[in-house]
């Protein structure tokens, strides 16, 4: 990362509507509160299925109510470009990271959300809340929030260099 350029983070799960998108918005919000700047954050899926479509209405519903913005998604596929373009990519399960390991596997900046948890069971994942009721969207919701201290964490060392 060049000096004075912004830290790039992606947040990966399958399609890029519910979980990746909770994550970047959920990751705005807390840098924004506390007053971290140079870093962008942007969110993609391993999966081509959604691309061009909204957030899911439960996904923002709960960010909403949780007083995160959720406007302006369109969801779309990650590249190897946007691997090596990025400072630090988490995905949101391990089928994330493998199918990004096929992508880019020389990237040594790939994650597991869980990871920056460290409360979560190492090597875990975050359910996908799509398959589920709302409840599940509330369950992600406290998942990404438990691991943005972590994340946040790194942001702030990839910023020392």
Same mark, same amino acid.
């Given at each position: ?53 909204? &957030? ?26 946007? &691997? ?41 994942? &975050? ?35």
């Amino acid at each position: 990362m060049a000096r004075g350029k912004a830290v790039r983070v992606v947040f990966v799960c399958l399609g890029n509507i519910c979980r990746s998108p909770m994550a970047e918005r959920v990751a705005r919000g807390w840098a924004e509160r506390e007053g971290l700047s140079g870093v962008e954050f942007t969110s993609a899926g391993v999966s081509a299925e959604e691309t061009g479509n909204p &957030i899911d209405p439960r996904a923002r519903k709960v960010l909403t109510a949780h007083g995160y913005d959720a406007g302006n998604h369109r969801a779309k596929r990650i590249t190897a470009s946007d &691997i090596a373009d990025a400072d630090l990519v988490i995905g949101l399960e391990p089928f994330h990271v493998d199918r990004m390991r096929r992508q880019a596997p020389d990237a040594t900046h790939l994650h597991l959300l869980t990871d920056f948890d460290p409360d979560a069971e190492p090597g875990s994942g &975050i359910d996908d809340p799509w398959y589920g009721g709302p409840e599940g969207f509330d369950d992600t919701l406290a998942a990404v929030e438990a691991a943005m201290p972590g994340v946040l964490g790194k942001v702030r060392e990839l910023q020392r260099g």
